[in-house]
């Protein structure tokens, strides 16, 4: 049986006509590194952060409440469901007013 892992990382805003989640910055990986998710979650935010005036002009916003979601799912693979994010990369995150979410299917 082939081992998979998968890693997803969302950051939801809100679609400004419609007020509804959608999804405005997204990576995936195939492995679970915790570095590497930390890196990963901060840049994405200084990127949207960044690219706030674009994203309106797309018709998208952080709106009331941003979330950052972070997936990980793992078949046949001995992984430890485990979170840690470094001080700036939890600063970033309120920042932004977002809410963080954890999701281990393992």
């Not at 939801?12 to 890196?39: M, P, Y």
């Not at 997936?71 to 001080?87: E, G, N, Q």
């Amino acid at each position: 049986m082939e081992m998979k892992t998968k890693v997803l990382i969302r950051i939801l805003g809100t679609n400004l006509g419609s007020g509804l989640d959608e999804i405005v910055a997204s990576k995936e990986f195939d492995h679970f590194d915790l570095d590497q998710i930390d890196a990963c979650i901060s840049q994405m935010i200084d990127f949207v952060v960044s690219d706030l005036v674009n994203m309106k002009v797309k018709g998208l916003g952080l709106g009331h409440d941003p979330q950052i979601s972070l997936v990980l799912s793992a078949r046949d693979v001995d992984i430890r469901p485990s979170m840690h994010l470094s001080k700036s990369t939890i600063a970033k995150i309120a920042s932004i007013g977002a809410s963080f979410d954890f999701d281990p299917y393992v």
